[in-house]
T-cell receptor, first 114, second 113 residues
Framework: AQSVTQLDSQVPVFEEAPVELRCNYSSSVSVYLFWYVQYPNQGLQLLLKYLSGSTLVKGINGFEAEFNKSQTSFHLRKPSVHISDTAEYFCAVSKSGGYQKVTFGTGTKLQVIP | EPEVTQTPSHQVTQMGQEVILRCVPISNHLYFYWYRQILGQKVEFLVSFYNNEISEKSEIFDDQFSVERPDGSNFTLKIRSTKLEDSAMYFC???????????FGPGTRLTVL
């Protein structure tokens, strides 16, 4: 089975500062990795995904993530955050090669301070 | 841009009552899923559905739950006799092919009193 750990439940950061949201995964098989964002009172929106190929993945809203197989990590980064980035971010994993379910982490609340 | 829709956005029910949560997946998608998120907790997989049958389900998805695709557009989750602990946000998702990205709906907040 796959699992995801997001150690930081909340991350406060000042506007225009860089941010990194950490994600580590555990799996005995190859995986796909995802970051989803949930704005207040809204559903889950896909930010980016890693399926294969280049380990640096770029997503929407200026976010990027790097897949590190040796560290079993998939940290999310943005060089300069905006107030509108305030949301909850979920790292998620699934088995590669035709998956069924996505397993989510517990989420990290990003609070951008003006 | 096509999107997954869910109705209602909020459902309040009494314990022991049956509820049906409705989802309209993206029109050319073939794989359908339900997840739930209890307040303050992580999103949990409930069930996946393909070709008119359940392809995988979690231990949460017991006999009280059922899913159906009654027509070419809707995908429903039924809870036969709701319990207090069923209170959660329920998300529907769909994907075009196995291995493809799952697109999530906005969720239905279910409150069981």
């Amino acid at each position: 089975a796959q699992s995801v750990t997001q150690l930081d439940s909340q991350v406060p950061v000042f506007e225009e500062a860089p941010v990194e949201l950490r994600c580590n995964y555990s799996s005995s098989v190859s995986v796909y990795l995802f970051w989803y964002v949930q704005y207040p009172n809204q559903g889950l929106q896909l930010l980016l995904k890693y399926l294969s190929g280049s380990t640096l993945v770029k997503g929407i809203n200026g976010f990027e993530a790097e897949f590190n197989k040796s560290q079993t990590s998939f940290h999310l980064r943005k060089p300069s955050v905006h107030i509108s980035d305030t949301a909850e971010y979920f790292c998620a994993v699934s088995k590669s090669g035709g998956y069924q379910k996505v397993t989510f982490g517990t989420g990290t609340k990003l609070q951008v301070i003006p | 841009e096509p999107e997954v829709t869910q109705t209602p956005s909020h459902q309040v029910t009494q314990m022991g009552q049956e509820v049906i949560l409705r989802c309209v997946p993206i029109s050319n998608h073939l794989y359908f899923y339900w997840y739930r998120q209890i307040l303050g907790q992580k999103v949990e997989f409930l069930v996946s559905f393909y070709n008119n049958e359940i392809s995988e389900k979690s231990e949460i998805f017991d006999d009280q739950f059922s899913v159906e695709r009654p027509d070419g557009s809707n995908f429903t989750l039924k809870i036969r006799s709701t319990k207090l602990e069923d209170s959660a946000m329920y998300f529907c998702a769909s994907s075009a092919r196995q291995g493809d990205t799952q697109y999530f709906g906005p969720g239905t907040r279910l409150t069981v009193l």
